[in-house]
């Protein structure tokens, strides 16, 4: 038993399938007792009250697992889930996905998870048209906010006091700030800071509608304001990784994961970040955790107990402990060492978040984020057409390709490419054959889509020169203009010399990430090399290499 990132679910004996079925005739009878007797609480086989675990609290014995589709920002209430899965014998799985992800499972004709745990109710209310969540609680809430090294937030003249988004776009403007932040059609917190920047930029209204967003303008303030992203990412966990790297002066995150961050940086001695609070467009993630009902009495039972757990007064503070609020108005006085008045943490002001659009004004405004006002992407595909590519492995790749550079399929998954964005493909084998270039989102990038369906798998393989082509393709441009990245798809491993990029990487200068997508007998050691030389990630593409084209390019 345990909890453990979802892979794949076993079968289940008939025998204990026999048992729980039984099991649960018993609990429905005992429920049936109490409920006509009245609650009897030291007999109950069911944890009630407000302790973590109640004196009678029932154990499952390993013969139930709940699989949760969660967003990245639970990892760090792992170990309290394990607390969980030990007193209670409940085996817990979960796979982390952005919120896009998790509203598209939503709206599945299945679903293939017991549970969900997005960052915000927005998703749930957006994706769950028919229904099937039931039970949808609010573990915790966090403020999404601005982040900026303590030294740099003092020049800026934004400590201790009141910052709006408008000072913060001055900043911008004037070439004084730059920030990361997750892509705003791909994960909760980058989504939540965009509604809340057009929110403040509107001046407040009631709620945005798509008549708001044709304000004269607008397209011109929050393309500026976006212009100050330098570093992008698919998840807000990742993204504080990231951040930690070392070089960024700030970013755009969930209070509790900048003070996750601000306690690492204290450790190792190093600057900590200041928390701001933009006062006319603060957005909240209220963290709801919901059933998702497939007609499996027992398991919607073990779901209630984790639930009634996490909620409970001592789990609660335990959750507060990681930075996470636990109501609207401040916290324990016991945990106001977490919360630091010195980074700018302000545990006692009382959240009024922005009221969020309706679904359909909300895909307008992501949309619109997606084609017109982020800051454009410059990306460099390099594709492996080995010889050991021949036949499914360049298969999947071409399939891979249509759904990012095919602008209808595209589309479906708010990957769109922009007006001015710039996509460059190196097909290569132990070389790079050629460089194709397409400008916009057009004919140009059409035409890129039939050039990878040309390319025939022959001969050896080089990721390191395929790399290097890309930086060199980089350097005709100017790069503080767009989101540049370099992305490389290989099924084997590779010749040529790491040590040779890497210098040739120093040299280039610049910040410009080489994401991998492996498959195949791709070596990770290999690709992870590139991955932590540039601050990047590898993305496992050998059971879903479409998923993985998805996923890699909210980060790009």
């Not at 429905?28 to 609480?41: D, E």
């Not at 479906?412 to 097909?427: D, M, R, T, Y």
């Not at 410009?512 to 992870?528: H, N």
């Amino acid at each position: 038993m345990g909890l453990r990132c979802l892979r794949t679910t076993s079968e289940k004996e008939g025998s204990a399938a026999m048992k729980r079925a039984v099991l649960s005739v018993c609990i429905l009878a005992l429920a049936l007792i109490l409920t006509a007797c009245g609650p009897t609480p030291s007999d109950s086989a069911v944890s009630t009250g407000d302790s973590a675990s109640g004196d009678h609290a029932f154990d499952y014995g390993g013969d139930v697992t709940l699989r949760i589709l969660s967003g990245s920002e639970n990892q760090e209430l792992e170990g309290i889930l394990d607390d969980f899965v030990r007193e209670r014998g409940v085996n817990i799985e979960m796979d982390y996905q952005g919120s896009l992800d998790i509203m598209r499972a939503l709206q599945g004709e299945t679903i293939d998870y017991d549970a969900v745990w997005p960052a915000s109710s927005l998703w749930l209310t957006a994706g769950d048209t028919q229904y099937r969540v039931k039970h949808a609680q609010s573990i915790s809430i966090t403020p999404v906010v601005f982040g900026i090294r303590q030294s740099l937030a003092e020049e800026l003249g934004f400590v201790g006091r009141e910052v709006s988004v408008g000072d913060l776009l001055s900043a911008i403007q004037a070439g004084e700030l730059e920030f990361c932040m997750t892509s705003a059609t791909q994960s909760n917190s980058g989504c939540s800071a965009y509604i809340g920047f057009l929110y403040a930029l509107l001046g407040n209204p009631d709620v945005i509608t798509s008549e708001n967003l044709q304000t004269p303008g607008l397209a011109e303030q929050i393309t500026q304001l976006l212009s100050g992203v330098d570093r992008s990412s698919g998840s807000s966990d990742w993204l504080k990784d990231l951040f930690l790297t070392g070089g960024y002066d700030a970013m755009v995150n969930y209070e509790c994961l900048i003070i996750s961050a601000n306690q690492e940086l204290e450790a190792r001695g190093e600057e900590t970040l200041y928390a701001l609070y933009p006062y006319d467009g603060l957005s909240i993630a209220d963290s709801p955790l919901g059933y998702v009902d497939n007609g499996d009495t027992e398991k919607e039972q073990a779901f209630l107990d984790l639930q009634e757990y996490l909620l409970s007064d001592e789990v609660q503070n335990e959750i507060q402990r990681t930075g996470r609020r636990t109501g609207y108005e401040g916290v324990s006085a016991e945990n106001a060492d977490v919360f630091r008045a010195d980074w700018g943490v302000q545990p006692d002001r009382v959240l009024s978040p922005i009221r969020m659009p309706s679904t359909d004004v909300l895909m307008e405004c992501l949309n619109l984020y997606q084609t017109e006002f982020r800051k454009p992407s410059l990306t460099v595909y390099c594709l492996d057409y080995s010889g050991s590519m021949e036949g499914i492995g360049r298969e999947q790749m071409v399939e891979a390709m249509s759904q990012i550079l095919i602008q209808e399929n595209a589309e479906q998954n708010l990957l769109q490419a922009s007006e001015h964005e710039v996509n460059i493909l190196i097909p290569f084998e132990g070389y790079p054959r050629d460089v194709y270039t397409a400008v916009g989102n057009g004919e140009e990038l059409e035409a890129l889509y039939t050039q990878v369906e040309a390319e025939e798998a022959v001969g050896g393989t080089d990721i390191y020169y395929a790399a290097m082509e890309g930086l060199r393709q980089l350097k005709n441009y100017d790069l503080s203009q767009y989101t540049p990245a370099i992305i490389l798809l290989t099924d084997g491993v590779s010749d040529g010399s790491f040590s040779d990029f890497r210098d040739g990487y120093e040299v280039f200068g610049a910040d410009v990430p080489v994401f991998s997508i492996m498959f195949g007998s791709a070596d990770p050691t290999q690709l992870e090399e590139l991955a932590e030389l540039t601050h990047a990630r590898v993305f496992d593409g050998r059971e879903d290499l479409i998923g993985a084209f998805r996923s890699v390019k909210g980060y790009n």
